[in-house]
């Protein structure tokens, strides 16, 4: 079997953008994977249009091959972009390969440790009693672990004004819900140390399970010094794009949860062995999966193979109804939500099914996330 062509279709859904790769075989086999690089599409384009002349003639089955021959293939290694392209690449290349043994995907990683995937959801109100409803009927509805939100605005970020008000809302949402639910917040890169620390202090021990990256990944040493400042466990590494990025994470023992996305880590291939290394620490592995549904289908293949699961991020909650993370026009068929929980089916490769004509047809417009300022008119993060 040879590769014969390398189709990329970015497509708008909602407010965000997701960007979808068929890889075509001369065995009429093909594959789908998807890109997690949100809002530069066309970045990951354009390296797909490189690596197109690569791919053309490669046996598919040799999926670590061709990782390297990728990887090692330019001079200028690595980088998120081109961590992004291989992984919608690897994603296509595990669902052809599962489609021409007659196995889904997690069969090829290992096999199925578990007969259903754990998730976790997030509130969508801002932090009042609308959050805290909201986490309730998530419990209700079978949610053992609940991201509450952070105060934002959309366009402005004033760091100790939102860590005052969260804190608040935070103290009131563990009274309320009660010890045996796992709550943590996400800060979204959004806080200097300084401010960070302050806001771990806020809070009585037992506030929060985990705290989702306060501060920006660039400096592992940043994260050591909060360390110092809080016994709050930390999910970082949605953003990383290989395995020598989570090195100082994993090794120095900085993060409690692993947040790896398999659509920005350079795939199933980088991502199970990051999951493996993760498991000699101890660290329990919590995929980032806000991005489309092949995204999540290969994200539920993942956590089907891997033992050190915690949860997987699912942005289909009754909790985030007013929000479309999904359309099902363009995946008809991937893996359903059911309770707080993924299942996927037994069905060969991915298991998911593409509208390609609607896909080809599909809205995109170049986007941006929103462009943060602080009160006093500088920048700041999303
Ligand atoms: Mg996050």
């Not at 990951?44 to 293939?73: C, K, N």
């Not at 806080?191 to 990944?217: H, I, M, N, W, Y």
Request: net charge negative; glycine share 8%.
């Amino acid at each position: 079997m040879k590769i014969t062509g390398v189709k990329a279709y970015p497509a708008q859904v909602g407010g965000r953008s997701q960007l979808f790769l068929k890889i075509e075989t001369d065995a009429g086999i093909f594959g789908w994977g998807e890109s997690g690089l949100t809002f530069r599409e066309r970045a990951v384009m354009g390296a797909l249009e490189h690596y197109e002349t690569i791919l053309i003639g490669l046996d598919p089955m040799q999926i670590g091959f061709i990782w390297q021959r990728l990887y090692r293939s330019q001079y200028f290694e690595g980088g998120r972009v081109l961590a992004a392209a291989m992984s919608a690449i690897d994603i296509a290349l595990h669902d052809i390969k599962g489609k021409a043994l007659g196995v889904p995907v997690y069969d090829l990683l290992g096999g199925k440790q578990r007969d259903r995937v754990p998730t976790f959801a997030s509130t969508s109100a801002a932090p009042g009693e609308e959050m805290i409803g909201q986490a309730r009927a998530l419990i209700d509805a079978g949610w053992n672990t609940v991201r509450l939100s952070r105060f934002k605005s959309a366009d402005r970020f004033e760091p100790r004004e939102a860590i005052a008000k969260t804190c608040k809302w935070l103290v009131k949402a563990r009274e309320a819900l009660g010890d045996a639910v796992v709550l943590g917040i996400d800060w979204h890169h959004q806080l200097s140390v300084a401010e960070a620390a302050s806001f771990c202090q806020k809070l009585p021990a037992g506030t929060l399970d985990f705290l989702e990256e306060p501060l920006r990944d660039e400096t592992p040493e940043a994260y050591e010094a909060l360390r110092r400042m809080t016994g709050i466990p930390f999910a970082i590494g949605e953003e990383f794009a290989s395995k020598w990025q989570f090195l100082p994470y994993v090794e120095r023992d900085i993060h409690q949860f692993n947040r790896l996305d398999v659509c920005n880590v350079g795939g199933l291939t980088e991502a199970i062995k990051i999951a493996g290394w993760s498991e000699a620490h101890y660290v329990d592995i919590m995929p980032h999966n806000p991005l489309g549904p092949i995204c999540t289908a290969a994200t539920v293949h993942f956590a089907m193979a891997v033992p050190n699961l915690a949860w997987v991020e699912t942005r289909e909650a009754p909790s985030e109804a007013n929000r479309v993370f999904r359309d099902r026009t363009l995946v008809p068929v991937a893996p359903e939500l059911i309770d707080a929980h993924y299942v996927i089916s037994e069905a060969p490769g991915l298991g998911v099914e593409v509208d390609e004509d609607a896909l080809a047809n599909a809205d995109y417009q170049l986007g941006s996330p929103p462009l943060l300022t602080r009160n006093d008119g500088s920048v700041t993060n999303w």
